[in-house]
Nanobody, 123 residues
Framework: QVQLVESGGGLMQAGGSLRLSCVAS????????MSWFRQAPGKGRDFLAR????????AYSDSVEGRFIISRDNSKNTVYLQMNDLRLDDSAVYYC????????????????WGQGTQVAVSP
């Protein structure tokens, strides 16, 4: 059973940067396509970014492309989300998720989820 734990959230002023981390235990992260999602209060969970097992392929939502960067270090069993030029509407709980393959991730089929880390952006 793989467990995912996010960290790195917090309070940041608009225009600032944060880096989120998602550490996996119980199995090698290299087996999974990894994604980041977020959920703002009263809203659904939105896809943000995806990275393939080796890190060679990435995909982003329009809302974060050019500002956020997803990366991974399989030797550390960790995936990252570098968030730059933060905006007020980036405030949300951020989740990482693991899928058994790129195609499955595209179909929103995920095997494991983390508990989330809160990001709050202030004016």
């Amino acid at each position: 059973q793989v467990q995912l734990v996010e960290s790195g959230g917090g309070l940041m002023q608009a225009g600032g940067s944060l880096r989120l981390s998602c550490v996996a235990s119980g199995g090698p992260l290299s087996r999974f396509t990894m994604s980041w999602f977020r959920q703002a209060p009263g809203k659904g969970r939105d896809f943000l970014a995806r990275i393939s097992m080796t890190g060679s392929n990435t995909a982003y939502s329009d809302s974060v492309e050019g500002r956020f960067i997803i990366s991974r270090d399989n030797s550390k069993n960790t995936v990252y989300l570098q968030m730059n030029d933060l905006r007020l509407d980036d405030s949300a709980v951020y989740y990482c998720a693991a899928s058994g393959g790129w195609s499955r991730a595209q179909r929103n089929e995920y095997d494991y989820w983390g508990q989330g880390t809160q990001v709050a952006v202030s004016p």
